[in-house]
């Protein structure tokens, strides 16, 4: 099992703008077929780290590049893309395989 997780550091005065605009490209993945993943979002924003994460689980790495390949070629989900970068400062992509035991 895989996780792919994203961090967005929102501009200034921004986070609201990036928790919605991840929530569009969530709505633009369910949308060509793909799972919404889930959105995480600090509580204290005095706290260090990301302002919003958003993580998704994949049972393979076939899986994992059908779903790097459906956004690539989604012109929806590149213009949520286009959107965000005006949002943050930072961005982050982690992918992780899962260990278990």
Do not use: N
């Not at 099992?1 to 921004?14: D, L, N, V, W």
């Amino acid at each position: 099992m895989y996780i792919e997780r994203t961090h967005y550091y929102a501009k200034p005065g921004r986070v609201g703008d990036v928790r919605a605009t991840r929530l569009r490209a969530c709505d633009v993945r369910e949308a060509i077929g793909l799972s919404r993943g889930v959105i995480l979002h600090k509580v204290d924003p005095d706290e260090d780290g990301p302002d919003v994460v958003w993580q998704c689980e994949f049972a393979t790495l076939v899986d994992h590049d059908r779903d790097l390949a459906a956004r690539a070629d989604s012109a929806g989900f590149e213009a949520v893309r286009c959107h965000m970068r005006t949002c943050y400062d930072k961005f982050e992509r982690h992918f992780q395989e899962i260990v278990e035991g």
